[in-house]
Nanobody, 120 residues
Framework: QVQLVESGGGLVQAGGSLRLSCAASGSIFIINAMGWYRQAPGKQRELVAAITSGGSTNYADSVKGRFTISRDNAKNTVYLQMNSLKPEDTAVYYC??????????????WGQGTQVTVSS
């Protein structure tokens, strides 16, 4: 099986920064896309940012210019650098990965979530 372990959440004041990390471990052949989602209370889970194995990225409009997603393929780790944080960024952030356990056999995995709280 595969485990995704997130770290780096916490409480920060508006305008501050946080860096989230998510490390994948287990019986991994290759990891395709990796991404970060978030879910605020009473709202649906939404995509924040995603990155392919080749490094192509896409972002939600609400975080463009403030957040940066990156990955270290050798470490099976994805990062989310969050700058200029706003109270509306407050949510539980989840890591997601499309993992091939065998060539062509891919499954979708999620981390347990990490809380990010931005105070005004």
């Amino acid at each position: 099986q595969v485990q995704l372990v997130e770290s780096g959440g916490g409480l920060v004041q508006a305008g501050g920064s946080l860096r989230l990390s998510c490390a994948a471990s287990g019986s991994i052949f290759i990891i395709n896309a990796m991404g970060w989602y978030r879910q605020a209370p009473g709202k649906q889970r939404e995509l924040v940012a995603a990155i392919t194995s080749g490094g192509s990225t896409n972002y939600a409009d609400s975080v463009k210019g403030r957040f940066t997603i990156s990955r270290d393929n050798a470490k099976n780790t994805v990062y989310l650098q969050m700058n200029s944080l706003k109270p509306e960024d407050t949510a539980v952030y989840y890591c997601n990965a499309d993992v091939e356990l065998l060539p062509g056999v891919a499954y979708d995995y999620w981390g347990q979530g990490t809380q990010v709280t931005v105070s005004s």
